[in-house]
Structures are given as C-alpha cells and as structure tokens.
C-alpha cells in the first residue's frame, strides 16, 4: 500500500510539474502550440530567428517605411549600414583634458569623437539649422568672411539657414551657397552704442522666432559676425543647449570668472558659485530650448533697465546665469571660439572659428566705449 501511495504522489508530483512548465512558458509569451515533450520533427516548428530579429530591429529604430521616411524617434542613435570610422577605443582617449561635466554631460575637444559617426547619425535625421548673426552698422564689413569660410567649414552636408539681421541690407555681400543653404535678411534699427546692439540681439531673436525661425529650423545657433571658421563645426555640437568655454577663463578658478557681482541685477551670481564662463559669441541648441534661454535673457535685462543697471557683459552675464541653474546637455571647448589675439596653446589641437582682430574704437558706434 505505501508503495502504491508513492507512485501515486510521484505521478501528482510531475504532473502538477507539468502545469507549472506550461504556464509559465505561456506567460512568457511563447506560442503554445510549439510546446511538446518531445524534440521537434521538421524546422517548420523552430522559432522564427529572422522575424524575431527584426521586430526587435523595429522597436530600437522603428518600423521600416518610418525609417524611409526619414522619421525619428526621440533619444534613437542610429545610422545608416556600412558606415567606416575607426573602432572606438574603452581604454585611451584625451588625457590632458576634461571630456565630461559634473553633471555628466559631454565636453567636447578634438580627439573626443569620431567626425564621420557623429554626422551620419545626425544626417539620418536631417535638421534644419538656423545661425543667427547681427550685423549692424560697420560690422557688415565682417559678413563676407564669415560666410565664405561657414560655407567651407559649418555643418557641411546639412540644411543651413543665416538669418542677417542689420540696417544695411545693400551692404550683404552675395555668396555662393552650398546645397539646401539660404541666407535670409531681417531688417533692425541702427544703435548709437554698441552695449544696444548686444541687449538687442536678445530682443531680437524672440521676435523673428516667434514670427518666423520657428517654422523653418529644429536647431539654432547664436554667433558673433566678426569670426570666421578656420576648422570643422559639425553635427558634434548639436544638443538640446550647448553652451561654449570662454577661451580666457577655462583654466581659472570661477572666483576670478567676471560674472554680475552686483546683487541688484538679475544676473547676479555670488562668489564661490559657478560651474564654467560662457561666451556668449556662440552658443545654440534645439530650437524651442534656444527660445526659452533667449527669451529669459531678453526678459532679464529688461527687469535690469527698469531698475537702472545693466549687467556688466549685458547678455553675457544672463546667459552665464541661465547656464549655472539650467545645465547645458553639451559644452565645447575653446576650439568653438577662439580668437586672433591669443596665441594657440597646446590643449587647443585645432582652433574651429576664431574672433578676428579689428579696431573696436573705429567699428563700434560709440568708439568702443
């Protein structure tokens, strides 16, 4: 009788087993009609390794006539197949440089990406890129150079539009353009000091976003005119906010940043606060995030005016503060901004666009002052 009850419990045993088996390989998602004790006789019955694979393929870069189309899903990577670039190394890379932020954002320097990955990837997208530069008064001088050398360096290969904002429009120089390159022309007033010129771009800029960049551009860069391009600007400085190192004061303790002291305007930022100096003669980022940061800029140096201050590198100074309580997703070294005054040091492999040598008392409407 014992042994009888123990073939018994052992048949419930596996049986209760089996069940358990079944369920779970249901669960998991499995068709059950696959499910035997025994091997499979033919292949028709084998998973289907090739539809498994691109159904995953579908959900990392999205269905196949979407990604004819050219769409893009928001945080994808992806790049089109046979690409050649180096393999990325784990272990080498710059050392003499910091290549990430604090907040673990990119900091970028020649040597820390790969020139052919970065622009396939943001190919595969292709963004409308705005550069909005002012050129007012004499600094229309500066228009031809600056263009030309864009043209040869700034984001070759993708959809660009310069909008000029001046008070010469007779004094643009005509310039031969790249493939889905424009240049398109907006009419400002004249300043009597130059201090106007810099506050104004900030008002500016709201204004021709609102009414019209907004619908012809993804991404938005701002830039001094009087530069010119002497290296590659890519897709590599594309992020959502990129902010630029001032080439004076990235070796320096932030202490010695010349930051708004003054607590009465509302650039003001403390000693012993600061992450990094911005130049505000180039910075960008995806369009909807470069309106919300000019805007503020905008909008903070007129609460200054009401109270009879301005911040002592007019925008400048509100972007620095911008900057230090909503972080840039990306920030490029001095290579993105140096100037002709300086010498090259050795960290700077390339110098990418450079601010050019002038006389500031005989181009600026109030002689420099």
């Given at each position: ?19 358990l ?99 396939a ?35 070759v ?126 910075w ?7 309106y ?11 609460e ?26 990306k ?39």
């Amino acid at each position: 009788m014992l042994r009888s009850y123990s073939r018994i419990h052992i048949f419930i045993v596996l049986a209760f087993l089996l069940v358990l088996f079944g369920g779970i390989y249901i669960y998991l998602g499995y068709d059950s009609s696959t499910f035997s004790l025994c091997q499979p006789c033919n292949k028709s019955s084998e998973p289907d390794v090739k539809s498994t694979m691109a159904k995953v393929m579908e959900d990392i870069v999205g269905p196949t006539e979407c990604q004819e189309k050219g769409s893009w899903k928001i945080g994808d990577l992806t790049m089109n197949y046979g690409v050649k670039y180096a393999q990325p190394s784990t272990q080498q890379g710059r050392t003499d440089v910091n290549s990430v932020t604090n907040w673990n954002a990119p900091l970028v320097w020649e040597g820390t990406f790969d020139p052919v990955v970065i622009d396939a990837i943001y190919k595969k997208m292709d963004p409308r890129i705005a550069v909005v530069v002012f050129a007012v008064g004499k600094y229309t001088r500066f228009l031809e150079a600056f263009l030309q050398t864009g043209e040869k360096y700034f984001m070759v290969g993708f959809r660009v539009t310069y909008y000029i904002f001046t008070d010469h429009k007779e004094e643009v120089p005509n310039i031969d353009l790249g493939e889905g390159r424009k240049i398109s022309l907006l009419d400002i007033p004249s300043a009597t000091r130059w201090q106007d010129v810099v506050l104004g771009r900030m008002k500016w800029a709201s204004i021709a976003i609102d009414k019209q960049i907004r619908n012809e551009a993804d991404y938005l860069f701002m830039m001094d005119v009087d530069s010119v391009f002497y290296s590659r600007f890519g897709a590599e400085s594309l992020s959502r906010l990129t902010g630029v190192l001032h080439r004076l004061f990235y070796k320096v303790d932030r202490d010695q940043f010349t930051y708004e002291r003054r607590n009465l305007s509302r650039a003001f930022i403390p000693f012993g606060e600061g992450d990094y100096y911005y130049t505000a003669a180039v910075w960008g980022g995806y369009l909807e995030d470069m309106y919300k940061m000019v805007k503020y800029c905008y909008m903070q140096s007129e609460e200054d005016a009401k109270n009879n201050i301005e911040a002592v590198w007019q925008e400048e100074s509100h972007l620095n503060k911008y900057f230090l309580y909503n972080k840039p997703t990306k920030v490029l070294s001095p290579e993105y901004l140096w100037s002709d005054y300086d010498q090259v040091p050795a960290d700077i492999k390339v110098v990418r666009i450079s601010q050019l040598v002038k006389n500031y008392a005989e181009v600026r409407p109030n002689g420099g002052q």
